[in-house]
């Protein structure tokens, strides 16, 4: 089911849009060679409770950490661990945080230290989807011209999108209807209203679309080993526009 946001809903997310937002700006100061994805999840923890919110992932459905940390060829849902990062790496960080009852949502790509031109471009890439997808929203607008509008951006520039996985609605719950693909055909799919709350996220590779769960039963990879890329913001659907709660 489909909820529509009232305006007290929607300050609550604005609020927790803030946190994320700073989260993962604080997470990319500190993510530098030789620290550890645990560490990167301590320093996140730490600043959303200093906020008073709460981490949205921390036990969902049974995960172990605040944010989700994938490297390289790992797409999503990579756990907090020991392992130290490495120079001319790929860091995808995802995080979410509840205030009021309310969640937002976003992930960031960040270079570990100076990294080659096709990271680089991948990022960018995956980075600027987003944006020429959300350039079209406004009430009315169908899912199908968001995910044309993504797909078409990602595929003129030689990646692939991932289409096993999708952004979402959020609200009182962190995965709420619709599924939000990154790929469609134009004038298709549900039509967009105003109060609508989404997560928009591609997630793309170097190589092909196809991909595994590893054995912890959550990190997400490419199944060729590609390099893959991801970039989330939590966005509000209005009558001229959006408003993106998590930039």
Known sequence: ???????????????????????????????????????????????????NASPSFLGYGGFPGAICTSIDEEVVHGIPSHRVLEEGTLLKVDAGAIVGG??????????????????????????????????????????GDLGHAIQSYV?????????????HGVGRNLHEDP???????????????KNMVIAIEPMISAGNHRIKVLEDDWTVVTKDGSLSAHYENTVVIGDEGIEILTL
Do not use: W
Not at 116 to 141: H, T, Y
Not at 155 to 167: C, D, T, V
Not at 181 to 192: A, E
């Open 179 to 193: 599924d939000v693909l990154n790929y469609g055909v134009q004038g298709r799919g549900l039509r967009l209203e």
């Open 102 to 143: 309310f969640h937002a949502d976003a992930a960031r790509t960040i270079a570990i230290g100076e990294i080659d031109s096709l990271r680089q471009n991948l990022m960018d890439v995956c980075k600027q989807s987003f944006f020429e997808g959300v350039g079209i929203l406004k009430a009315g607008v169908r899912l």
């Open 155 to 167: 595929e003129r520039n030689g990646f692939s999108i991932i289409k096993q996985l999708a952004g």
């Open 1 to 51: 089911m489909i909820t529509i946001k009232t305006e007290q809903e929607i300050e609550y997310m604005r609020q927790a849009g803030a946190v994320v937002r700073d989260v993962l700006a604080i997470v990319e100061e500190h993510a530098k060679p030789g620290i550890t994805t645990r560490k990167l999840n301590t320093i996140a923890y730490e600043y959303i409770k200093k906020c």
